[in-house]
């Protein structure tokens, strides 16, 4: 199993910037690829960012594309999401995941393991 817990979110105005950062216990982390998701108020759950077991890969939803980063330790056991020139439309709880699905391929991505959820508000 892999327990995950984001931390990060926060305020923000437009344009600026903002690292979120998930810290995973568990032995098995560094097996799993992981993803971070975003849900925003009366929108489903959906995909942001993908980045594979050994950190060799990374995919990333055409709305964030550009402008958010996605990295991992394996050392550490962390993932970390790098998000620049923030939007009012990045408003969102965002999810760090365990995949258990890489949906690069045919765009469909789920996680078997999630956390708490960080809230992330971009306004001015």
């Known amino acids: 199993q892999v327990q995950l817990v984001e931390s990060g979110g926060g305020l923000v105005q437009p344009g600026d910037s903002l690292r979120l950062s998930c810290a995973a216990s568990?032995?098995?982390?560094?097996?799993?690829?992981m993803g971070w998701f975003r849900q925003a108020p009366g929108k489903e759950r959906g995909f942001v960012a993908g980045?594979?077991?050994?950190?060799?890969?990374?995919s990333y939803s055409d709305s964030v594309k550009g402008r958010f980063t996605i990295s991992r330790d394996n050392v550490k056991n962390t993932v970390s999401l790098h998000m620049n020139s923030l939007k009012p439309e990045d408003t969102a709880v965002y999810y760090c995941?365990?995949?258990?699905?890489?949906?690069?391929?045919?765009?469909?991505?789920?996680?078997?393991?999630w956390g708490q959820g960080t809230q992330v508000t971009v306004s001015s």
């Open positions: 995941a365990a995949l258990r699905k890489w949906g690069q391929y045919d765009g469909i991505w789920d996680g078997n393991y």
């Open positions: 568990g032995r098995t982390f560094s097996i799993y690829d």
């Open positions: 980045i594979t077991w050994g950190g060799r890969t990374t």
